[in-house]
């Protein structure tokens, strides 16, 4: 068990600047999540995977955001057009079990606009 | 919608001291009740769950117990440690329409010796 592990563990960006940060799940979890977190609040959910089909997307999600699993596998969250608004942690978790199940999650993707 | 409340923090104790972290509750249908810790500098991990009304959780000395009447699942510890320093989220999956866990603002703990 490798963990969940994502990259980069460091964003800065400009603002208007595109990002992407990557997501590797443990390797035999079929469901993946996308979280956000900003200082001093708990992780506010932006999106679900079941396999490689996204089935849910939180209204935080603006149309800025996207996110793709193809085959399943490793995730990727895209950013586009930066804001400062966007500066947080962007957290990635997985499991093999439903939501009632234990979610493993990643150290994260510190991510700075200026 | 799903939500979770908590108490504000942060809260200092003394090495020993008991512990209580208040965490409330609302929720469609019948959720299970999470709490998640994250020490400095790490991810957050699972520290406990319950599934039904009247179940206890406890992992490392911690404890809670799903209230279903007081939609309210504290948590608690007996004596605790300067290692037991780290903020704690309560959160809760109700799968009632959405797969989405929801997390509390978290509590931060600081022991001191």
């Known amino acids: 068990d490798t963990g969940v592990s994502q990259d980069p563990r460091h964003k800065i960006t400009k603002r208007g600047q595109n990002v992407t940060f990557r997501c590797d799940p443990i390797?035999?979890?079929?469901?993946l999540y996308w979280y956000r977190q900003t200082l001093g609040q708990g992780p506010e959910f932006l999106t679900y995977f079941q396999n490689e089909a996204q089935l849910e997307k939180s209204r935080l999600l603006s149309d800025r955001f996207s996110a793709e699993r193809p085959k399943g596998s490793f995730s990727t969250l895209e950013i586009q057009r930066t804001e400062q608004g966007d500066s947080a942690m962007y957290l990635c978790?997985?499991?093999?079990?439903?939501?009632?199940?234990?979610?493993?999650f990643g150290s994260g993707t510190q991510l700075s606009v200026l | 919608g799903d939500s979770v409340t908590q108490m504000e923090g942060p809260v200092t104790l003394s090495e020993e001291a008991f512990l209580t972290i208040n965490c409330t509750y609302t929720a469609t249908g019948y959720p299970s009740l999470f709490w998640y810790v994250q020490y400095p500098g790490e991810g957050l991990q699972l520290l406990l769950k319950a599934t039904k009304a009247d179940d206890k959780g406890s992992n490392k000395g911690f404890e809670a117990t799903y209230r279903k009447e007081t939609t309210s699942f504290h948590l608690e510890k007996g004596s605790v440690q300067v290692s037991d320093s780290a903020v704690y989220f309560c959160a809760l999956y109700s799968g009632a329409g959405s797969y989405q866990l929801t997390f509390g603002k978290g509590t931060k703990l600081s022991v001191i010796p």
């Open positions: 390797s035999e979890h079929n469901r």
């Open positions: 978790a997985s499991t093999a079990g439903t939501g009632r199940e234990k979610l493993f």
